[in-house]
């Protein structure tokens, strides 16, 4: 049996298989180092997401503040319009950034929504104590200092923000 006329076949194929071989390898490394890299930028996108939800809330809860609530709106509306457009405004405010819920610990979130309630709460109750009698500016002071004498649960909450970023940040 004459073999001589298979030694181009054969030769041909002792160099595309290793070649094919080394190709392979080539594209499935290739293809394994780039969904490294897309898993790697993908949890630094999950990481960004999350440090922006950390400073929205930081920022609801600062706005939450009765210092910065007593600034807002003209002062010569009636206490139960101040309160009305206050109340509004934050509500608006917080359903807004509701979907910062899905970047924030539970337990971060619970205490906004606790400070939301707190504060409408407290506005809800200066106004009970005052009456409707009362004129604006003495509902904003009465107001201040309500929130001063009780527990300052807004800087509470701001502190826990804070240390659930820098353990986001640091992971």
């Known amino acids: 049996m004459n073999f001589e006329p298979y030694y181009p076949y054969v030769f041909a194929l002792l160099i595309a298989v290793p070649l094919l071989v080394l190709f392979r ?4 490394t290739y293809i394994d180092l780039k969904n490294k890299e897309l898993e790697i930028l993908s949890v630094k996108s999950n990481n960004e997401n999350n440090l922006q939800a950390y400073e929205r809330m930081t920022l609801f809860l600062e706005r939450l503040k009765p210092s910065n609530l007593v600034a807002k709106f003209n002062s010569d509306l009636n206490v139960h319009e101040y309160i009305f457009l206050l109340e509004k405004s ?6 807004y950034n509701s ?3 899905l970047y924030i610990s539970k337990n971060s979130w619970q205490n906004i929504v606790e400070c939301k309630n ?9 106004y009970e104590t005052l009456g ?6 003495d509902f904003k002071t009465v107001f201040l200092m309500n929130y001063v004498e009780g527990e300052d649960f ?5 502190q826990l923000l804070k240390k659930d970023a820098l353990f ?4």
Do not use: C, G, R
Request: proline share 0%; charged share 25%.
């Open 154 to 158: 807004i800087s509470d909450s701001l």
């Open 25 to 28: 390898l080539f594209v499935f």
């Open 168 to 171: 986001l940040t640091a992971k």
């Open 90 to 95: 934050i509500s608006e405010e917080y359903d």
């Open 99 to 101: 979907s910062q819920q």
């Open 118 to 126: 707190m504060i409408i709460k407290l506005l809800h109750s200066t």
């Open 132 to 137: 409707d009698n009362a004129d604006l500016k």
